[in-house]
Nanobody, 121 residues
Framework: QVQLVESGGGLVQVGGSLRLSCAAS????????MGWFRQAPGKEREFVAV?????????YADSVKGRFTISRDNANKNTVYLQMNSLKPDDTAVYYC?????????????WGQGTQVTVSS
């Protein structure tokens, strides 16, 4: 059974930082990108960032470029991180880990359960 388990969400003040983690299990995600989406109350789920299996390719939504960094654990490719800096109230959302052949084109095969990130002003 494939599982994606997120951790690291919480409450942070404007300008602060958080690091999200996602651990995948149940299969080897070789050739799969892993990444993050988010969904704010009353809004659609939106793409945030993706990293390739090798970690050499990354792609970000314009809204987080320069503030968020996605990376893949070199020792365990089934683990991915999202370092979030300079957080804004607009970053408040449930963040979902995802895995699939092309996350940035919404080709997603697996989802995590989500972790809440709240940025207070």
């Amino acid at each position: 059974q494939v599982q994606l388990v997120e951790s690291g969400g919480g409450l942070v003040q404007v300008g602060g930082s958080l690091r999200l983690s996602c651990a995948a299990s149940g299969r080897t995600f070789s050739t799969y990108g892993m990444g993050w989406f988010r969904q704010a109350p009353g809004k659609e789920r939106e793409f945030v960032a993706v990293v390739s299996w090798s970690g050499s390719f990354t792609y970000y939504a314009d809204s987080v470029k320069g503030r968020f960094t996605i990376s893949r654990d070199n020792a365990n490719k089934n683990t991915v991180y999202l370092q979030m800096n300079s957080l804004k109230p607009d970053d408040t959302a449930v963040y979902y880990c995802a895995a699939g052949p092309a996350l940035e084109r919404k080709r997603i095969d697996y989802w995590g359960q989500g972790t809440q990130v709240t940025v207070s002003s």
